[in-house]
């Protein structure tokens, strides 16, 4: 069992409830293979701090770009919220070695690994909200989270991928890129998508992901590698 106090110092927030925390690393797999632990798993947590989150960073780039137009603060959140940078910077605060899962899922550390940190840092911020406030809640998204606005904005992550791609195809070729399902598997509550990028009949690329949406942001980004367009 990992000792959350640890995790708990190295955020500087003391919990009342310290399960509560504990409940933020629990994935649904790790209940299938313990069924009698004694806490649910970090859905529920996971569904209010993703909700906290944005509300935490609406807020910030509010207030910081008054000048700025819904169109690119919204770009911004985007990049500062996605599984990519959420997990980066769950890997920071080293969340993985308190992740709680299957032997199957801790075997995987490829992109499914990467939505299961940010699941679980989306978990951690409903936690501290539910134990400390909002107040808490926001200091710890501000410290973790807004603090890599710069590196968002220096390195042009805000761009849409598949907004640039389009752009490039219409701009380079005049032809309107479409997206395909290639192949869907996995339950209801954990399906994944293999989404293929075409332009006309050629398949550019392919993109896997939770969504078809997050498949098609894949496939996007490596569309534009794939055609040296980025």
Not at 49 to 56: H, R, Y
Not at 74 to 87: E, G, H, P
Request: charged residues 30%.
């Amino acid at each position: 069992m990992p000792d959350t106090k640890e995790f708990s110092e190295r955020i500087n927030v003391l919990f009342k409830n310290p399960d509560l925390l504990l409940q933020a690393f629990v994935h649904r797999s790790y209940l299938n293979e313990n069924p009698k632990f004694r806490l649910s798993h970090n859905e529920r947590l996971e569904f209010l701090g993703d909700a906290v989150l944005e509300l935490t960073v609406t807020e910030a780039l509010y207030e910081k770009y008054p000048e700025k137009p819904e169109g690119e603060l919204t770009s911004f959140r985007a990049a500062l919220v996605n599984a990519k940078m959420l997990s980066v910077v769950a890997e920071a605060l080293g969340m993985n070695e308190f992740l709680l899962m299957s032997k199957g899922e801790s075997k995987d550390t490829g992109r499914a690994r990467q939505f299961l940190l940010a699941n679980a840092l989306e978990a951690v911020i409903g936690a501290v909200y539910l134990d400390r406030g909002y107040e808490t809640a926001h200091k710890f998204v501000m410290e973790n989270v807004l603090v890599r606005l710069s590196d968002v904005i220096e390195n042009k992550l805000f761009r849409d991928p598949k907004s640039l791609f389009q752009e490039f195809a219409q701009e380079k070729v005049s032809i309107t890129p479409s997206y395909q399902v290639i192949k869907e598997w996995g339950p209801d509550h954990d399906r994944n998508f293999v989404v293929g990028l075409y332009l006309k009949d050629e398949l550019v690329a392919e993109g896997e992901g939770h969504s078809k949406q997050t498949a098609e942001v894949n496939a996007a980004e490596k569309g534009l590698v794939a055609k040296n367009w980025n």
